[in-house]
């Protein structure tokens, strides 16, 4: 059974950042893209972006642009996702999904989660 | 950005009745050259992620009861479970991914009567 186990919760101040990981295991790392969406309390989905762990391409949504940076370690089929500069705004439950495979077409819908991670932005 | 309008916000339906909810896309997620609408339905359950019941519109993620049908075509969709079960109360959520970013609607919490 494909697995996403991601890191604990986190607490920052304005201004720092965050760096979130994701550990894969029961699939093969580099054949799917993977994709990062947050959840505000309370509130619906937004998609932040994607990564072909195969080579470390990505993209982020036009709001994160700057402030995102995901990356990945094959050798621990592990990903990571940075915010960077945050805000009270940035409060919310990140978590990780998987994507289409790497030799189709990248289609973001996302068939497994991880758990989620939440980061709380307070002073 | 493609905007996903959901209704109802919430439903209550009686076990064992049909619930029926929808998704309207501010363009078309309908990709002409291969006629597959763009469009996921998710299923979440408080202090879960969410969990891939439909993808293209219609088509039944594996192991997903097939209560959970998706229908539509272009701007419109519909999800619906036909005979309700207590474990289907959550928040149900549409998205498309014709155009990126990819986007969700608000959701529909779905209850029961």
């Known amino acids: 059974q494909v697995q996403l186990v991601q890191s604990g919760a986190e607490v920052k101040k304005p201004g720092a950042s965050v760096k979130v990981s994701c550990k894969a295991s029961q699939y093969t790392f580099t054949s799917y893209y993977m994709h990062w969406v947050r959840q505000a309390p309370g509130q619906g989905l937004e998609w932040m972006g994607v990564?072909?762990?195969?080579?470390?391409?990505?993209s982020y949504a036009q709001k994160f642009q700057g402030r995102v940076t995901m990356t990945s370690d094959t050798s621990t089929s592990t990903l990571y996702m940075e915010l960077s500069s945050l805000r009270s705004e940035d409060t919310a439950v990140y978590y990780c999904?998987?994507?289409?495979?790497?030799?189709?077409?990248?289609?973001?819908?996302?068939?497994?989660w991880g758990q989620g991670t939440l980061v709380t932005v307070s002073s | 950005d493609i905007v996903m309008t959901q209704s109802p916000d919430s439903l209550a339906v009686s076990l064992g009745e049909r619930a029926t909810m929808n998704c309207k896309s501010s363009?078309?997620?309908?990709?002409?050259?291969?006629?597959?609408?763009?469009l996921a339905w998710y299923q979440q359950k408080p202090g879960q992620p969410p969990k891939l019941l439909i993808y293209?519109?219609?088509t039944r993620e594996s192991g997903v009861p097939d209560r959970f049908s998706g229908s539509g075509s272009g701007t419109d969709f519909t999800l619906t479970i036909s005979s309700l079960q207590a474990e289907d109360v959550a928040v149900y959520y549409c998205?498309?991914?014709?155009?990126?970013?990819?986007?969700f609607g608000q959701g529909t919490k779905l209850e029961i009567k």
């Open positions: 293209w519109a219609s």
């Open positions: 998205q498309q991914y014709d155009t990126s970013p990819a986007t």
């Open positions: 999904a998987r994507g289409s495979h790497t030799g189709t077409a990248n289609y973001h819908f996302f068939d497994y």
């Open positions: 990564i072909n762990p195969s080579g470390g391409s990505t």
């Open positions: 363009q078309s997620v309908l990709y002409s050259s291969n006629s597959k609408n763009y």
